[in-house]
């Protein structure tokens, strides 16, 4: 009996997958309490339809999700990465890239980009904030912490520039003149 219990189980998780209704796959999978073996053949058919349309994030989650060979999940993730990398959403590249587990370099590359990208924009506390998240150079931290200083003390924004100041162990005079500022 339990064995029927599982084998429609696995059924009506093979339609929902095929149906791309992924959400209540997962539901059926939990409810029954279904092995990934026994649905490995309906998400890797659902897998190698969202790499044919080109649905590389999707591909790579039901990779993860669901346990498929590292090298799937790998290469669904690497095309998704590069999508974002060319659309210009380094920020996104790269968090995905650290959820992913791929390569540190890329990782690396595209918080970079993210981070040439804000401090071109003028968003030095987004910068700041990719350097901290991202472990970058201290000396790209710093240059985002000397901007986002400058910006703050030309607002007359005189505390939040002596904390930052303070924060990133800016020069003496920087936080000299943060204080006289205030008081």
Request: hydrophobic fraction near 45%.
């Amino acid at each position: 009996m339990p064995e029927d219990r599982l084998d429609e189980g696995a059924r009506l998780f093979a339609v929902k997958m095929n149906l791309g209704s992924y959400k209540e796959a997962a539901r059926i999978k939990s409810e029954y309490g279904l092995p990934n073996d026994m649905v490995r053949n309906a998400v890797m058919q659902a897998y190698a339809a969202s790499m044919k349309k080109g649905d590389y994030s999707l591909a790579a989650d039901l990779a993860k999700q669901y346990d498929l060979p590292e090298d799937l999940r790998i290469e669904a993730a690497l095309r998704s990465f590069h999508r974002k990398i060319d659309s210009e959403f380094f920020r996104a590249a790269a968090d995905y890239a650290k959820e992913f587990g791929l390569p540190e370099d890329l990782v690396r590359d595209a918080a970079i980009q993210a981070f040439n990208k804000s401090m071109s924009f003028g968003l030095v506390k987004n910068a700041a904030e990719i350097a901290e998240d991202f472990e970058l150079p201290e000396e790209m931290k710093r240059d985002a912490a000397i901007k986002s200083f400058e910006q703050h003390m030309d607002a007359g924004l005189y505390r939040k520039a002596l904390k930052i100041a303070q924060k990133y162990k800016l020069p003496d005079e920087m936080v000299q003149a943060a204080e006289n500022k205030i008081t």
